[in-house]
């Protein structure tokens, strides 16, 4: 397929919101969303926003390049580059599988985790996964995802370090991330990461560790290095897979709820909390709002990002000091609405799962709040089979979504 020059048109449309690019895979939805924002708030000029457009497009697989400017709905069907199985193990038998040698990312209570022995996985804290059919608490059992035929490394980045996640990758593969929740690695990925040079060009996928609810602010999420059996409270383990070079991963997105029908809301910085913003073009408060409109505060604030809806959920309001508090960032000039339950989000899982040979051998996470709230906990999972989480991670920090990440070499399904 012919590149078009970076100084056609179709780029300026992307950039320009003229249209939103049909059909693309979750990546070039962020990354086209990222670069509008910095061209509204003037962080980056608008031809540099194109030749990073431009140079994004360059390195993408052929499948994408297609999605991207030609709304294409083509999705390729290669074969599978690698084997996952997801088991759920006593400890005895997660202690056996680790002496196999095979790379394994271990999702499990911490003093279960803390019990393994040295050898090719890295793990994280959770109280809760998902079996093929409803949700349960992992009652002394490990949730492991072996990775079968693959060459991987393991990484621990610090907190300064987080921002060069690229740099450890091959040359075609993935990369799979945990972050303690709460901790200030978290914070500040969240803040740098859709800055981070080339985060796009390859699947990033993962997830924030966390504790039993009824531990929260008792103990603290961790993260495992099971090179050293060493845990982690404050800093980044990461799994970097290689892929065979034209090999395909694809990351889906499946979100339960959609833009509201209430007002624009946008906060003048990029935080973890706000308080002062623009209420439909009128300066407002927001905790001050939520209190005046009898806001649902287990709604998230949802954004689209170029046909890709991201929430931001809320943690906390405090009325008196005026400012709210959030589990993930919400992005200076981004225009958010509160979000409604969508539906139709059981279909929506199914048909991500309709899209694949072996729905259970995908990698997955889903959200805690989710997990909290009766009328999604009900939802049909379609034999996914993975960890509940203190949030995503699909290339972003996300809260409250379901994400998949598969190896059949198609999807991008974005619901």
Same mark, same amino acid.
């Given at each position: 397929?012919?590149?078009?020059?970076?100084?056609?048109?179709?780029? %300026?449309?992307?950039?320009?919101?003229?249209?939103?690019?049909?059909?693309?895979? $979750?990546?070039?939805?962020?990354?086209?969303?990222? $670069?509008?924002?910095?061209?509204?708030?003037?962080?980056?000029?608008?031809?540099?926003?194109?030749e990073e457009l431009y140079h994004y497009h360059t390195i993408a697989d052929a499948a994408e390049r297609d999605r991207l400017l030609h709304?294409?709905?083509?999705?390729?069907?290669? %074969?599978?580059?690698?084997?996952?199985?997801?088991?759920?193990?006593?400890?005895?038998?997660?202690?056996? *599988?680790?002496?196999?040698?095979?790379? /394994?990312?271990?999702?499990?209570?911490?003093?279960?985790?803390? /019990?393994?022995?040295?050898?090719?996985?890295?793990?994280? /804290?959770?109280? =809760?996964?998902?079996?093929?059919?409803?949700?349960?608490?992992?009652?002394?059992?490990?949730?492991?995802?072996?990775?079968?035929?693959?060459?991987?490394?393991?990484?621990?980045?610090?907190?300064?370090?987080?921002? %060069?996640? +690229?740099?450890?990758?091959?040359?075609?593969?993935? +990369?799979?991330?945990?972050?303690?929740?709460?901790?200030?690695?978290?914070?500040?990925?969240? #803040?740098?990461?859709?800055?981070?040079?080339?985060?796009?060009?390859?699947?990033?996928?993962?997830?924030? +560790?966390?504790?039993?609810?009824?531990?929260?602010?008792?103990?603290?999420?961790?993260?495992?290095?099971?090179?050293?059996?060493?845990?982690?409270?404050?800093?980044?383990?990461?799994? =970097?897979?290689?892929?065979?070079?034209?090999?395909?991963?694809?990351?889906? #997105?499946?979100?339960? =709820? !959609?833009?509201?029908?209430?007002?624009?809301?946008?906060?003048?910085?990029?935080?973890?909390?706000?308080?002062?913003?623009?209420?439909?073009?009128?300066?407002?408060?927001?905790?001050?709002?939520?209190?005046?409109?009898?806001?649902?505060?287990?709604?998230? *604030?949802?954004?689209?990002?170029?046909?890709?809806?991201?929430?931001?959920?809320?943690?906390?309001?405090?009325?008196?000091?005026?400012?709210?508090?959030?589990?993930?960032?919400?992005?200076?000039?981004?225009?958010?609405?509160?979000?409604?339950?969508?539906?139709?989000?059981?279909?929506?899982?199914?048909?991500?799962?309709?899209?694949?040979?072996?729905?259970? *051998?995908?990698?997955?996470?889903?959200?805690? *709040?989710? %997990?909290?709230?009766?009328?999604?906990?009900?939802?049909? !999972?379609?034999?996914?089979?993975?960890?509940?989480?203190?949030?995503?991670?699909? =290339?972003? $920090?996300?809260?409250? /979504?379901?994400?998949? $990440?598969?190896?059949?070499?198609?999807?991008?399904?974005?619901?």
């Amino acid at each position: 397929m012919l590149t078009l020059p970076s100084s056609d048109a179709n780029w %300026h449309e992307l950039l320009s919101a003229q249209r939103d690019p049909e059909h693309a895979d $979750l990546a070039t939805r962020l990354i086209v969303g990222h $670069l509008r924002q910095s061209v509204r708030l003037d962080t980056v000029s608008l031809n540099a926003a194109l030749e990073e457009l431009y140079h994004y497009h360059t390195i993408a697989d052929a499948a994408e390049r297609d999605r991207l400017l030609h709304r294409d709905p083509f999705f390729g069907r290669k %074969h599978r580059p690698f084997e996952v199985q997801n088991l759920l193990l006593s400890v005895p038998e997660t202690l056996n *599988l680790i002496n196999t040698g095979v790379f /394994t990312v271990i999702a499990g209570p911490d003093e279960l985790l803390a /019990t393994l022995p040295c050898g090719n996985w890295i793990g994280g /804290t959770t109280a =809760y996964i998902m079996p093929p059919k409803g949700h349960a608490e992992t009652q002394g059992r490990l949730m492991c995802s072996v990775l079968q035929g693959a060459d991987c490394r393991i990484a621990v980045l610090a907190q300064d370090d987080v921002s %060069h996640i +690229t740099d450890g990758r091959y040359e075609s593969g993935f +990369t799979y991330l945990l972050l303690p929740g709460l901790s200030k690695v978290l914070r500040k990925y969240a #803040l740098q990461a859709p800055g981070i040079p080339g985060l796009f060009d390859q699947p990033l996928f993962g997830w924030v +560790t966390g504790v039993h609810m009824s531990e929260v602010g008792d103990r603290v999420p961790r993260v495992f290095d099971g090179r050293t059996s060493s845990p982690h409270e404050n800093a980044a383990v990461v799994l =970097y897979v290689k892929l065979p070079l034209g090999s395909t991963v694809n990351i889906d #997105l499946v979100n339960p =709820y !959609t833009q509201g029908r209430g007002p624009d809301i946008v906060f003048p910085e990029t935080g973890f909390s706000g308080g002062a913003c623009m209420i439909d073009g009128r300066p407002a408060n927001f905790a001050q709002y939520t209190a005046d409109e009898g806001i649902d505060t287990s709604m998230p *604030l949802v954004a689209n990002y170029a046909g890709a809806l991201i929430n931001v959920s809320i943690r906390a309001v405090n009325t008196a000091r005026g400012y709210v508090q959030f589990f993930a960032p919400v992005v200076a000039g981004e225009r958010y609405r509160v979000a409604e339950p969508r539906p139709d989000y059981e279909r929506c899982i199914t048909a991500c799962a309709r899209s694949l040979d072996r729905p259970e *051998l995908a990698l997955i996470c889903r959200c805690i *709040l989710n %997990h909290l709230n009766p009328a999604l906990a009900s939802a049909d !999972t379609a034999g996914f089979v993975g960890p509940v989480t203190f949030g995503e991670i699909a =290339y972003i $920090l996300l809260n409250q /979504t379901f994400v998949v $990440l598969n190896g059949e070499g198609r999807g991008g399904h974005i619901n």
